[in-house]
């Protein structure tokens, strides 16, 4: 009995809700051999900062429509700024946003495949 | 434990799960200080006995099935808390002594085997998505399905853990459940599995009562700061 309730919990727990834990895209990789210092804004004026090690790959917790502006540099240089306006048109790149990775390069930022 | 002991295996969990739901009044006592695990564990055992007699169970059975799940979740969060990274796991702590090596590799195999109805079922979902692109690896203590058709993000069950399409155990996440800190998700995921260790079945309807997906659960914070170093037990006290 108690176990037939136990398992009937667990199975209403499973549909309910289990740690799910969203990753926004776009999706980028520093493909630099240097960290590059990444800056997030939100609408709210939230500020995270944090910094990307070469070759490592970034999503967001963050929803993207919650996004005022994130920049990246590296050494105090700005390399690419994107504001919420090309965070949107980042996402129409392709149908499926998670197929492109955006590179992070020198000179800014480019998708892994070209965009539909 | 309980059908080992010659009582029903339901007594034993009904035993487990009401003293879960007491641990955080019994985790005050003596402030938490480790010289008063053994009044903690016997608190414990008052607690998962009288909850196995009222339940139709044998005092003694819920009593020792309460008390090894109070010795083992105290055992665990003194190691996540006073340990180093890898002692934050269940059993794989940095320990001198041959037996502490051997009780803390018991004591992992017990927590695996304790999440391993989470673990089948993350299998199986997992395993689905095979056919249609998923791969396989074995990493932050779970089997890992990477490219994972459907959905964007993580999510575990047991010690397995399912990355959708996009998503890696190495991607770095900021502003995880608002978090502002640049988190690794693999870390993040391992949290979880640990949690599961501790819990086994009781973790899902323990995380649905902590608040379910939302920022304010204490076991994705607990993900959050396990990620970022610290302890993965959702109620730890102390730094």
Known sequence: ?116 | MSTMGGGKFGHGFASAAGTQLSSVMIDQIGNGAASYKAHRIMAAAVVGGTIAEVTGGKFANGAMTAAFAQAFASSAQRQAMHGSQDAEQLGTGAEPSFGGRFMRGALDVAGKIWALPNTIIGTVVGLAGVPFGATISFGNNAIQFENYPWGDGAITLGNSVIYARGTSPSQTVPGMYGDPRYLNIGRHERGHTIQYQALGPFFLPAYLLSGGISASNSFEQAANNYAAGGSWWPWRRGP
């Open chain 1, 1 to 116: 009995m108690i176990l037939r309730a136990l398992i009937l919990g667990l199975i209403a727990s499973l549909l309910a809700g289990c740690p799910y834990d969203r990753v926004h895209p776009p999706y980028l990789q520093n493909k630099m051999n240097v960290p590059v210092d990444v800056e997030i804004v939100l609408l709210e004026g939230v500020v995270s900062a944090g910094v990307l090690e070469p070759g490592g790959r970034l999503g967001f917790g963050y929803r993207p429509d919650s996004i005022a502006k994130v920049t990246f540099s590296v050494a105090e240089k700005v390399i690419d700024e994107i504001d919420a306006l090309r965070i949107a048109l980042m996402l129409k790149c392709t149908a499926d946003p998670r197929l492109v990775t955006w590179l992070i390069e020198a000179d800014g930022l480019r998708p892994s495949i070209p965009c539909s």
